[in-house]
């Protein structure tokens, strides 16, 4: 189901914001808790029925060996219990993702004729299954004890964040759940995840899906195009990539928003990582006037803006803004 979509936007998001906040303004938390996961197995079964199997297996299994790190035993039989999860976490995104591949490759260099498997791949399951890595990491460390199924399967398969990340750990997320002010109803909340929402949906309406015209277009009939124009369309692509993240990240942060999860992992200050796909900040060495060195954070636009259309004064400003906005998302008004 994308974020998009009609029968999100109309149903699925009104339902489920309706059942959660509902059943916990009459203290029914575990009920709360069940029907925000069933809504994001079916959030995720959208796409495609067989996901389901897929991600409560992975869940089931991963509790399991959760709880057999949580009880006392020797460290080695410990340790290998985590490897074992480790290792068959890694075996299932390996088989998923990249089997076909290596036989591909396999009859490509040894000429084989291996045939290629009838594969399903599960979208993001790169993103629950590393999530699900470190929280078997914690499990080992004795820092979960207190979580049950619920919460874990809450954890790994809530929607906002299922299919598109961000991997987070359990100490990031699963508290947040388990305070009673978040349970509450926040218009706040809610207008400022309708506002994150609202913007989202512009970027990928106006700009990604009408950049992506252009650009599919161009691509498709390269021989038509003059020089000029397939810059152009190769910019278009670009920027549509961009406005992409740019829409993703924002749905992610609005949705979790609305439910009381504040945003998982900072992304600002964060050295050579992408911000909403439109910048990036790094930390580099300067010299000042007596010749000390020191280091700045610098901000780099990487995709939605070209330096050579734009005057400096321009992109200062984009940048600025930029910034306040990432820092304080009420701040500006598009």
């Given amino acids: 189901m994308l974020f998009n979509s009609y029968i ?28 925000l996961i069933a809504m994001s197995l079916w959030f995720y079964a959208y796409f495609h029925v067989g996901y389901l199997a897929v991600i409560l297996s992975s869940i089931l299994a991963n509790y ?23 290792i068959g976490n890694a075996g299932a995104i390996f088989y998923f993702k990249y089997f076909n591949f290596l036989l591909e490759n396999i009859n490509v260099i040894l000429r084989t004729s291996f045939d290629l498997q009838d594969i399903l791949m599960p979208l993001g399951i790169s993103f629950f299954t590393f ?18 199924l619920l919460d874990y399967m809450l954890f790994v398969a809530f929607f906002p964040q299922l299919v598109a990340g961000p991997i987070v750990t359990h100490e990031e997320m699963m508290h947040q759940f388990q305070d009673s002010e978040r349970k509450r109803f926040s218009q706040e909340g809610l207008a400022r995840g309708l506002y994150l929402f609202s913007v989202g949906l512009a970027k990928k309406v106006l700009l990604a899906d009408t950049l992506g015209r252009a650009a599919d277009w161009g691509f498709g009939n390269p021989d038509a195009l003059s020089a000029a124009a397939k810059d ?68 780099r636009l990487s995709c939605t803006l070209d330096h050579r259309l734009l005057d400096g004064s321009v992109v200062a400003k984009f940048e600025m803004d930029l910034r306040d906005l990432l820092q304080n998302p009420m701040q500006i008004v598009l």
């Fill in 232 to 299: 152009l369309a190769t910019r278009a692509k670009e920027n549509k990539l961009g406005a992409d993240e740019y829409k993703g990240s924002t749905f992610t942060v609005s949705n979790l928003g609305m439910f009381g999860i504040e945003t998982f992992t900072p992304i600002i200050n964060q050295p050579d990582a992408a911000i909403l796909g439109v910048c990036a900040i790094h930390d580099e060495l300067d010299m000042d006037d007596e010749g000390k060195l020191f280091k700045k954070q610098v901000m």
């Fill in 8 to 35: 999100f936007i109309l149903f699925f998001l009104p339902v489920t914001l309706a059942l959660y906040f509902g059943l916990n303004h009459f203290r029914q938390e575990k009920a709360a808790k069940a029907a």
């Fill in 64 to 86: 399991g060996i959760s709880r057999a790190l949580l009880k006392k035993g020797s460290p080695v039989w410990r340790r290998a219990v985590l490897w074992l999860g480790i």
């Fill in 131 to 148: 999530q699900q890595i470190s929280y078997l990491v914690d499990s080992y460390r004795g820092e979960t004890a207190g979580y049950g």
